[in-house]
């Protein structure tokens, strides 16, 4: 079983997304640790982008924090390389097209696996043009995560069908970012996904709240969680590590106790 399937197989996963470099090197680093340490089932690791256009603007502030520190992905390579020394919680990169394009995604992918992760999402890719990225992904062992929105309407089981790794399932049309209510109908979206494939499939964008995250975890496989956490980064700094870990164990039992 892959480490993505086994972040799975007993529990409803809880995946943790954080801006590699944020806000600089030594922090981030234990800013994963403590969330790993605290219980997220799979992290999501940004590598950060001048231009992140599926990002709000808590997202977009960690990207220029971190690029302003240094970061830049050989030093996110770095990083995911020191994590696999003492995890093997599945890892998986949020990143871009233009990153990967530029770094040559043969050498991306190489690299990716060679530092050991799992997957990546690239948000910008559309369905249709992924297989520019797949193959070498594959022929390294990374899964190209699919994302589904709630406009995808008829593709719904086709990226489904063909799905890595899980699915991540976009909650609420926009950007990332914090919202106080999700009104997406996910429930049939869910429907129609568990139809097409066996794949776990996990809701992202907007969930920030214990009382949301139990709820989506009724609905699906998983629970992401990005731009609250970053919150968290922005506000304590290099004090974040335990307000994160404390963050984490309470989305945690929400989750348990669906």
Avoid: W
Avoid at 47 to 63: H, L, T
Avoid at 181 to 201: N, V
């Amino acid at each position: 079983m892959s480490r993505i399937a086994n972040a799975f197989a007993d529990q409803k996963a809880f995946i943790a997304f954080l801006t590699a470099g944020d806000p600089d090197y030594e922090t981030s680093l234990r800013n994963f640790r403590a969330v790993i340490e605290a219980g997220a089932d799979l992290i999501e690791v940004g590598i950060p982008f001048s231009d992140p256009i599926a990002e709000g603007p808590v997202i977009q502030e960690a990207d220029i924090r971190a690029l302003e520190s240094g970061m830049t992905t050989d030093k996110v390579f770095e990083l995911v390389r020191e994590l696999r020394k003492e995890t093997q919680i599945p890892i998986v990169f949020m990143t871009y097209a233009n990153p990967v394009y530029h770094y040559g995604a043969d050498t991306f992918f190489e690299k990716a696996a060679d530092c050991g992760a799992d997957g990546i999402i690239i948000p910008d890719c559309p369905f249709e043009e992924k297989a520019e990225f797949e193959k070498s992904a594959a022929d390294h062992g990374i899964d190209l995560i699919s994302m589904i929105a709630p406009t995808s309407e008829q593709r719904i089981k086709e990226i489904a069908g063909s799905a890595k790794g899980f699915l991540y399932v976009v909650s609420s049309l926009g950007v990332t970012g914090v919202r106080s209510e999700i009104t997406t109908d996910l429930s049939s979206i869910m429907k129609l996904i568990r139809e097409a494939t066996d794949i776990p499939a996990a809701i992202g964008f907007g969930i920030s709240r214990p009382d949301q995250a139990q709820k989506m975890s009724r609905l699906a496989d998983g629970v992401i969680v990005g731009s609250a956490m970053v919150r968290i980064v922005a506000k304590y700094g290099k004090d974040a590590p335990d307000q994160l870990a404390e963050y984490v164990r309470s989305m945690k039992q929400a989750m348990a106790e669906a």
